[in-house]
């Protein structure tokens, strides 16, 4: 079992930025896919970004085209921690934010995650 925590969620003007963390606890596995989904009621989860994370701290990246240039992933292996730098944020990037993992290759589908962090609400408004 992983668990799973977001922080950093909040409200935020356009074209202001916002850091999310997940922090990874419980078992530990040298290799876990990992990502980032975000949900609006009455819509699917949609895939934000994702990265394939070693315990020896090398990342390969992959991103939504709507965010594509403005959200960054990484992750500090140490400390167990994924991050997301969201910059110029715009309206429609509000959404619950969900950190997910899973044991496995590549996938931007979130019904192929197994793990899932209980979400934290982001907010871009005047």
């Known amino acids: 079992q992983v668990q799973l925590v977001e922080s950093g969620g909040g409200l935020v003007q356009p074209g202001g930025s916002l850091r999310l963390s997940c922090a990874a606890s419980g078992r530990a596995e040298s290799s876990y896919f990992m990502g980032w989904f975000r949900q609006v009621p009455g819509r699917e989860r949609e895939f934000v970004a994702a990265?394939?994370?070693?315990?020896?701290?090398?990342?390969?990246?992959y991103y939504a085209d709507s965010v594509k240039g403005r959200f960054t992933i990484s992750g500090a292996s140490a400390k167990n921690t994924m991050y997301l730098q969201m910059n110029n944020l715009k309206p429609e990037d509000t959404a619950v934010y969900y950190c997910?993992?899973?044991?496995?290759?590549?996938?931007?589908?979130?019904?192929?995650?197994?793990?899932w962090g209980p979400g934290a609400q982001v907010t871009v408004s005047s």
């Open positions: 997910a993992a899973r044991l496995g290759g590549t996938s931007t589908n979130w019904y192929e995650y197994n793990y």
């Open positions: 990265s394939h994370w070693r315990s020896g701290g090398t990342y390969y990246a």
